[in-house]
């Protein structure tokens, strides 16, 4: 069974950047898909990105495109997302989950928070 928790994220200037950490522990870690997904507050979830097993990634949200990249490093474990010039709208609690393919999710991390500040 594959775990996976988040970790980098905190309280940063517009403009600025963070690289948010999805570590997966368990077999076959590198087998799996990874997506990174953000709640803003007082909104429903949504999809950032994703990156398959082959390494094949994705960003999906059309307000992140060009700012944000997700890739992954499985000699470690860990798949990143790279957010830059970051806005207050980026605010919002991001979680990575772990499945077979960018389709399907069947493991969720606790999430971490990122605030933007103006």
């Known amino acids: 069974q594959v775990q996976v928790a988040e970790s980098g994220g905190g309280l940063v200037q517009a403009g600025g950047s963070l690289r948010l950490s999805c570590i997966g522990s368990?077999?076959?870690?590198?087998?799996?898909?990874v997506g990174w997904f953000r709640q803003p507050p007082g909104k429903e979830r949504e999809a950032v990105g994703c990156i398959s097993w082959t390494g094949d990634s994705d960003v999906y949200e059309d307000s992140v495109k060009g700012r944000f990249a997700v890739s992954r490093d499985n000699t470690i474990n860990t798949v990143y997302l790279q957010m830059n010039s970051l806005k207050p709208e980026d605010t919002a609690m991001y979680y990575c989950?772990?499945?077979?393919?960018?389709?399907?999710?069947?493991?969720w991390g606790q999430g971490t928070r990122v605030t933007v500040s103006s």
């Open positions: 989950a772990a499945g077979g393919a960018c389709e399907s999710f069947d493991t």
């Open positions: 368990g077999l076959d870690f590198a087998n799996y898909a």
